[in-house]
């Protein structure tokens, strides 16, 4: 069952994080941005919530549960489809680059989402996950807190390495890993590899 009432409830306190946290949401555009496809083609974005992060990375088309969060979205531009990461209402092979950013700990079950994902991505493709990752500073905080939280209560947080294992389950290769929010590192600093950052950015391949 999607996760959608604190988004439907309080979608405006949502996008408020983002205007009063723009350096952080500045470092996890900018840890996207350098997996990002040169020519990404065909995108979509899977969660797309308000469309904070489809839109300044030129992806137009998306699924959200929320249909308040969706509304905000088609306000941007963005073509929004209701659905679930789990069921994506799309054909085989329709897109060349499925992006997920901060949903994988809302779905109920990652591998059915990673399968789908897979599915209706073309060959070569390529899936782009974004996530706190538990295991840092600030994963640690959002487990500690997550009762306190509107959004996060409900939420289930994974480590960079349990989301690798499950992309390897649905058969994804050639991992790319950028992370960024790494303690002392300087605003909008993106690093290779895990381990130190809060916020990462995974790219693998449909080969």
């Known amino acids: 069952m999607a996760k959608t009432?604190?988004?439907?409830?309080?979608s405006n306190e949502y996008d408020h994080w983002f205007d009063i946290h723009a350096d952080l949401y500045g470092s996890?555009?900018?840890a996207i941005r350098e997996l990002l496809p040169d020519y990404p083609g065909e995108g979509l974005e899977v969660g797309v919530g308000s469309g904070k992060f489809a839109?300044?990375?030129?992806?137009?088309?998306?699924?959200?549960?929320?249909?308040?969060?969706?509304?905000?979205?088609?306000?941007?531009?963005i073509d929004v489809h209701e659905g679930?990461?789990?069921?994506?209402?799309?054909?085989?092979?329709?897109?060349?680059?499925?992006?997920?950013?901060t949903t994988i700990?809302?779905?109920?079950?990652?591998?059915?989402?990673?399968?789908?994902?897979?599915?209706?991505?073309?060959?070569?493709g390529c899936i782009l996950i974004g996530f706190v990752d538990k295991e840092s500073e600030l994963g640690r905080e959002y487990m500690k807190r997550k009762q306190e939280s509107r959004f996060y209560r409900e939420a289930t947080f994974f480590s960079t390495v349990e989301?690798?294992?499950?992309?390897?389950?649905a058969i994804f290769t050639r991992a790319?890993?950028?992370?960024?929010?790494?303690p002392?590192?300087?605003?909008?600093?993106?690093?290779?590899?895990?381990?130190?950052?809060?916020?990462?950015?995974?790219?693998?391949?449909?080969?």
């Open 5 to 10: 009432a604190a988004f439907d409830t309080h």
């Open 28 to 30: 996890e555009l900018a």
């Open 55 to 77: 839109k300044p990375l030129g992806i137009s088309t998306g699924v959200e549960p929320s249909a308040k969060m969706a509304t905000k979205a088609r306000e941007l531009g």
């Open 84 to 101: 679930i990461a789990e069921k994506l209402p799309f054909e085989d092979e329709y897109f060349d680059l499925v992006l997920m950013v």
């Open 105 to 124: 700990c809302f779905v109920d079950d990652l591998d059915a989402s990673f399968r789908e994902a897979f599915r209706v991505l073309r060959p070569e």
């Open 163 to 169: 989301v690798l294992e499950r992309l390897n389950k």
């Open 176 to 182: 790319e890993i950028r992370q960024t929010l790494c």
């Open 184 to 207: 002392g590192d300087p605003v909008r600093t993106v690093r290779e590899g895990y381990g130190l950052g809060s916020f990462i950015a995974l790219k693998c391949l449909k080969e």
